[in-house]
């Protein structure tokens, strides 16, 4: 009896080209029902995702139904509820390939699309010259219309592109806003010659100029029924992956219920809207599965230096960042050019929604998962001490040894070493700074740090509790580390652990604003 193969499953990493995708034999998770609910109302809209979470293969999605490709989805939830597969014009910019650095960057990008537009209509290239780009783009849209007499589906991939490399820059902003103004006007002037008109990107819409026009485009980036639209929900990991999950747990010994576990944690958690399920990092699961390795993947892609300027500069504790309540009007209407680094974060994929109270409106955001909170905070480190990214695994190393082994005084003197000066303007105070890096390292070694912890009799600085030891912290500025050391005494601050059966050493330290650096410490037994 002749047995039947085992089928390879191809997963389709960095592959964002949907003909590609189906033609090719790949993994595909079908999202093609929530992409009906686009083709079936028509109309503009936008939609707010991180970066490398699928928006890009949404769109070619997109594309391939509008040229009529119904061979590529068959099977798919499209091929039985769409009704017309009749092609129409599709013009697909994709802002993704450009650096920037100046107007003439993006005007050759827009040029280059325009050019291809032009030939494909019949458009000749002398009379194109003579028009401004806003305009070759309405004569193109409207010859397409006239030579297929379909209306034309237009769908704009990283509209934000540029202006997210102009963050810092005002005036390069304000003349990138100019010139995309125009050129997405046409998303109204023209609307009797287009059919739908979808845009993707990070940043939202509503507080940058560019749509300050465009009052028939729907923000969809918050609604329920599109949450899931990109990434991947845990009925979608149960029903695609089931073979890798099971590949993985043969790997790892484990079983699958304990990779399912362990994929949650490093992948999950993120939710796009108030109602919406656990979604994972599509990006980070397709490398997972393909390599057969449960580590960080989206994070390590790359993440925008633009972020790290944002939270220098806004002067926020970064305990705070990782639970923070702000308004949802807030959240929904902020740019992500805003000064606050909170929605910008939340736009960018590094918070997202954990908690709701519908009677205030107020959102609670958090880290969606391990994989973006590990790696964000060991992204800011090297920005906060002196020390090259390459040292961030054996500096961590070192000090989990020395607060495992109960020896603050190891510890302390490799912290003392490690402060620096702040490489950028921060707001706030030195003593600040100096929290966040004991902050930043603690975490990053596991243990359960608390900072400015409420107690009846004041706040304790910081607080570092491991399955041992509790080791709690003062901070001085511009004083002494006895004055630190009798404020710990004289406040108690130990007594909520009194009966922890653990062992606690209270620490002071002062910290010198002229010269940034721990100047002394003390280290007592209550």
């Known amino acids: 009896m002749k047995q039947a193969e085992e089928k390879e499953i191809k997963y389709p990493v960095g592959i964002q080209n949907f003909s590609k995708l189906r033609e090719g034999g790949y993994m595909y998770v079908d999202k093609t029902r929530i992409i009906y609910e686009l083709i079936r109302n028509s109309g503009y809209y936008f939609l707010s995702r991180p970066r490398r979470f699928g928006k890009s293969l949404m769109l070619s999605t997109l594309e391939a139904y509008y040229q009529g490709r119904r061979d590529l989805f068959k099977g798919l939830a499209l091929e039985s509820l769409a009704e017309n597969w009749e092609p129409c014009p599709v013009l697909h910019l994709d802002l ?46 409207r010859r397409a219309f006239e030579m297929s007499g379909s209306r034309v589906a237009i769908l704009v991939d990283e509209y934000d592109k540029p202006m997210l490399n102009a963050v810092g ?41 560019i749509f300050s026009d465009l009052n028939n485009l729907r923000d969809i980036s918050f609604e329920d029924v599109f949450s899931s639209i990109c990434g991947i929900t845990s009925d979608e990991l149960t029903s695609y992956f089931a073979d890798g999950i099971q590949a993985l747990a043969m790997k790892y010994g484990k079983s699958a219920e304990e990779i399912h576990k362990d994929l949650a944690v490093n992948y ?79 736009q960018s994929g590094y918070l997202t929604i954990k908690g709701y109270d519908p009677e205030f409106k107020i959102i609670t955001l958090g880290y969606p998962n391990r994989e973006v909170k590990e790696g964000f905070l060991k992204f800011l480190l090297p920005h906060y001490v002196n020390m090259e990214d390459s040292d961030n695994a054996m500096y961590i190393h070192r000090f989990v040894m ?59 600085d910081l607080t570092v509790e491991t399955d041992k030891y509790v080791y709690i912290f003062e901070f001085k500025t511009n004083s002494t580390a006895s004055a630190a050391i009798d404020q710990i005494f004289r406040r108690q601050y130990w007594l909520p652990y009194v009966h922890s059966g653990k062992k606690i050493f209270l620490i002071g330290a002062n910290f010198n604003t002229k010269t940034r650096r721990i100047s002394e410490y003390e280290i007592k037994t209550p």
């Open 96 to 141: 993704n390939n450009g650096n920037y650095r100046d107007v003439e960057d993006l005007e050759n990008v827009l040029d280059y699309h325009l050019r291809g537009w032009e030939k494909e209509y019949d458009i000749p290239a002398s009379d194109a010259e003579q028009w401004s780009l806003p305009l070759r783009f309405a004569t193109v849209i």
């Open 169 to 209: 820059d005002e005036t390069l902003a304000e003349n990138f806003r100019s010139i995309l103004k125009a050129f997405y006007s046409n998303l109204k002037t023209m609307d009797r010659y287009i059919r739908i008109g979808v845009m993707t990107g990070v940043a939202r819409f509503s507080k940058i100029s």
């Open 268 to 346: 999950d958690g993120y939710h796009f809207s108030i109602n919406s399920p656990g979604i994972y990092n599509p990006f980070s699961l397709m490398n997972v599965f393909a390599s057969s390795e449960i580590r960080s993947y989206w994070f390590e892609s790359g993440t925008p230096s633009f972020l790290l300027k944002l939270v220098g500069r806004s002067g926020r504790k970064l305990e705070d960042i990782s639970n923070v309540e702000i308004g949802e009007s807030t959240l929904v209407s902020a740019g992500i050019t805003t000064t606050d680094p909170i929605p910008a974060l939340y």
């Open 402 to 460: 020395d607060v495992r082994n109960g020896d603050p005084r190891a510890f302390m003197h490799r912290l003392a070493g490690l402060v620096a000066c702040v490489p950028y303007s921060e707001k706030g105070s030195a003593e600040a700074h100096f929290q966040n890096v004991c902050y930043l390292i603690f975490t990053l070694m596991g243990y359960f740090t608390r900072m400015e912890q409420r107690t009846s009799d004041g706040r304790i």
